[in-house]
Structure formats: C-alpha cells, structure tokens
Nanobody, 119 residues
Framework: EVQLVESGGGLVQPGGSLRLSCAAS????????MNWVRQVPGKGLEWVSG????????YYAESMKGRFTISRDNAKNTLYLQMNSLKSEDTAVYYC????????????WGNGTLVAVSS
C-alpha cells in the first residue's frame, strides 16, 4: 500500500523558515519524480515544486523560486521542502504527491501538513 506522510508544518512568523518532510512507503521511491502541491483554505490546488527521481532536476513555481528548495533522500525514502522567507500568502496545506509517469498527473497524495504564516 502506497503511503505518503507529511510532517513539519506549523505556525511561523513572516520571514521565518520551515522544513517539510514526506515519508514515502509502499513503492520504489527512487523510481519516481515527486512533487509538492499546496492548497490555500477555500481555494484550489497550486503546484509548488517538483524533483526528478534522482534529485538531478528540480522545478519551482515562479513565486517560490529563490525561497523554497526541494530535495530528496532516496536512502531514507523521504522528500523535503525547505521554505525560507515565508510570507502570509504561503499559508496553506502542503501535500506531497507521487508522479504518475507520462500523464502529467499524480496518483498518490499524502494527507497534508498545515503551514500558517502569521505574526
């Protein structure tokens, strides 16, 4: 059974940092690209960042470039998102999502972790 479990969310002041983790199990982690997607309460999903199977390629939404860093540790089956210079508009539930190769979509999601940026 595929499982993705996010952690690391919480309340942080504007300008602060958080590191999210996503522990993966039930599939061969290093066979797949992975992504972070977020959802602002009451709004739609927004893709945040993606990383290739070996971490050699990383991708970011424009508003996250220079502030967020995606990484992975295939030995630990874990995906990370380092978030710096957080803004109030980054407040959202953050999900990790497993890539569905060839479809430009995701076939498994975690339950999400809430990041709240507020003074």
């Amino acid at each position: 059974e595929v499982q993705l479990v996010e952690s690391g969310g919480g309340l942080v002041q504007p300008g602060g940092s958080l590191r999210l983790s996503c522990a993966a199990s039930g599939f061969t982690f290093d066979d797949y690209s992975m992504n972070w997607v977020r959802q602002v309460p009451g709004k739609g999903l927004e893709w945040v960042s993606g990383i290739s199977w070996n971490g050699g390629s990383t991708y970011y939404a424009e508003s996250m470039k220079g502030r967020f860093t995606i990484s992975r540790d295939n030995a630990k089956n874990t995906l990370y998102l380092q978030m710096n210079s957080l803004k109030s508009e980054d407040t959202a539930v953050y999900y990790c999502a497993k890539d569905l190769p060839g479809f430009g979509a995701y076939d498994y999601w975690g339950n999400g972790t809430l990041v709240a940026v507020s003074s």
